[in-house]
């Protein structure tokens, strides 16, 4: 009878023990789908930061997207979302570096000014990376994030290229700039193309579509004669050692491009920058460097602060007592920022900050070089082959330029978040799979 009467309270408890789990079910599919509703809107929006990053003008938009994709990550967290990433093998050295960076802002000479700019050209840009990395995690968005960047760079290429030969009449011998767009100068602008001109040629060695291959070849042509037409001599440099990097293994075609651009540098302009011992003399950028190194001497150890305008500050640095110390023949020229990534940092950060900057490109290195020998499948390995020419061309030709804009922090951030997404995609991907997908390749 006791058992009897127990019964129906027993299955009143299963009952309600199962409504729970429904429900608890159902809540987490809402949250997964709503989730998912906020990612994709997130990507949306960075795709739209990473489009608008080499066309002029276009802060406000830049700085809105950027910020209105990460709100819905952080309604995402939230959720109970635990897949954010954060454990990279870059994470670490940009910490170091940004610890030091904050470091030296506490002893800057300006130090309301290296505040704003440690937030504006680090603190930002790191969160620009973990963000996409952790949007950007797939092959399928990986290569939405390079097409992207491709698209972004021929439109601007294109209509750049139109306006100022086309529509405002320069002479083709003069090199291409924009009159009065700073953001946009002939020294800076190829850093873009590049980004762009080899992540096309990636595209083009894994794309098996005839009509996406010839778009392909008209981006890469265009990026090209871009890249040329600046006539930058360090770009010229950077293009021609990266893409031995990006092609040593299809000597065919890296032969056709090496012609064709040697071909094209010939009847260039350009050709009047680098005829003989012109490729080297540059009395400007000499004296910039002999004036950074005096600034260093004076403050070696945490540099005059991570302010960019402090250098040229007549406030903080008397610019007489440096010029003095250089040679008399290099004194006649404007000392307003180093023209160099490593002279830059140097000035900003002291000697230490550049070893620990320099840290993120050795590191960077050698994730490339490892996924490349040991990487699960060939994607894998062409992407990091494709990394490693960005890291060789951002460095050639940044020993030569003014890196202080953030559209080259966008071209840098960009390129470590691409290194990072294919080492996670290679972390992720079982090694049984790899080999599936490489036998089917084969037998297609």
Same mark, same amino acid.
């Given at each position: 009878m006791l058992k009897k009467n127990k019964l129906p309270h027993i299955?009143?408890?299963m009952e309600k023990i199962s409504f729970s789990v429904q429900s608890s079910t159902a809540a987490q599919k809402r949250n997964y789908r709503e989730n998912v509703r906020l990612e994709n809107i997130s990507i949306f929006l960075m795709l739209l930061v990473i489009f608008l990053n080499p066309f002029p003008h276009t802060t406000f938009l830049d700085q809105l997207f950027f910020y209105a994709a990460i709100l819905p990550m952080i309604v995402v967290a939230r959720n109970g979302f635990d897949g954010f990433y954060y454990k990279t093998p870059l994470f670490?050295?940009?910490?170091?570096?940004?610890?030091?960076?904050?470091?030296?802002? =506490?002893?800057?000479?300006?130090?309301?000014?290296?505040?704003?700019?440690?937030?504006?050209?680090?603190?930002?840009?790191?969160?620009?990376?973990?963000v996409v990395v952790n949007l950007f995690y797939t092959k399928k968005r990986l290569?939405?994030?390079?097409?992207?960047?491709?698209?972004?760079?021929?439109?601007?290429? *294109?209509?750049a290229?139109?306006?100022?030969?086309?529509?405002?009449?320069?002479? /083709?011998?003069?090199?291409?700039?924009?009159?009065?767009?700073?953001? /946009?100068a002939p020294d800076i602008i190829p850093f873009g193309f590049m980004l762009g001109l080899f992540l096309a040629v990636w595209l083009f060695k894994i794309c098996q579509n005839?009509?996406?291959?010839?778009?392909?070849?008209?981006?890469?042509?265009?990026?090209?004669?871009?890249?040329?037409?600046?006539? *930058?001599?360090?770009a010229a440099i950077?293009?021609?050692?990266?893409?031995?990097?990006?092609?040593?293994?299809?000597?065919?075609?890296?032969?056709?491009?090496?012609?064709?651009?040697?071909?094209?540098?010939?009847? *260039?302009? =350009?050709?009047?920058?680098?005829?003989?011992?012109?490729?080297f003399q540059d009395d400007h950028r000499a004296g910039l460097i002999l004036y950074s190194i005096e600034v260093i001497k004076d403050y070696p150890v945490l540099g005059t602060g991570f302010s960019i305008d402090a250098f040229r500050n007549p406030k903080f640095i008397n610019k007489e007592t440096y010029r003095s110390r250089i040679p008399k023949k290099y004194r006649n020229h404007g000392f307003y920022r180093p023209h160099s990534i490593f002279l830059s940092m140097a000035t900003r950060t002291g000697i230490v900050g550049m070893a620990l900057y320099a840290g993120l490109f050795v590191v960077s290195a050698?994730?490339?070089?490892?996924? /490349?020998?040991?990487?699960?499948?060939?994607? =894998?390995?062409?992407?990091?082959?494709?990394?490693?020419?960005?890291? =060789?061309?951002f460095l050639t030709n940044g020993l030569f330029q003014v890196m202080t804009t953030h559209f080259i922090d966008m071209i840098q951030f960009i390129t470590f978040s691409l290194l990072t997404i294919i080492w996670k995609i290679n972390k992720d991907t079982p090694q049984s799979q790899c080999h599936k997908i490489e036998v089917d390749r084969q037998k297609s």
């Open positions: 299955f009143n408890f670490y050295p940009l910490v170091l570096f940004f610890s030091w960076s904050v470091i030296s802002v =506490i002893f800057a000479l300006d130090k309301l000014d290296s505040a704003h700019d440690l937030y504006s050209h680090l603190i930002r840009y790191m969160i620009f990376y973990l290569l939405l994030l390079a097409v992207c960047v491709v698209l972004s760079e021929f439109i601007f290429a *294109s209509g290229l139109l306006l100022y030969y086309g529509i405002l009449g320069h002479d /083709i011998s003069s090199r291409f700039m924009l009159d009065g767009f700073k953001a /946009i005839k009509f996406q291959r010839f778009f392909l070849v008209v981006a890469i042509i265009v990026l090209i004669l871009s890249t040329i037409a600046t006539q *930058s001599r360090g950077a293009l021609c050692i990266s893409f031995f990097v990006l092609l040593w293994d299809h000597k065919k075609t890296l032969g056709i491009l090496m012609a064709a651009m040697s071909l094209i540098i010939l009847l *260039s302009p =350009i050709q009047n920058r680098i005829k003989g011992d012109k490729l050698f994730i490339c070089c490892r996924l /490349i020998l040991y990487g699960k499948d060939s994607f =894998i390995q062409n992407h990091a082959r494709c990394c490693l020419a960005l890291l =060789i061309m």
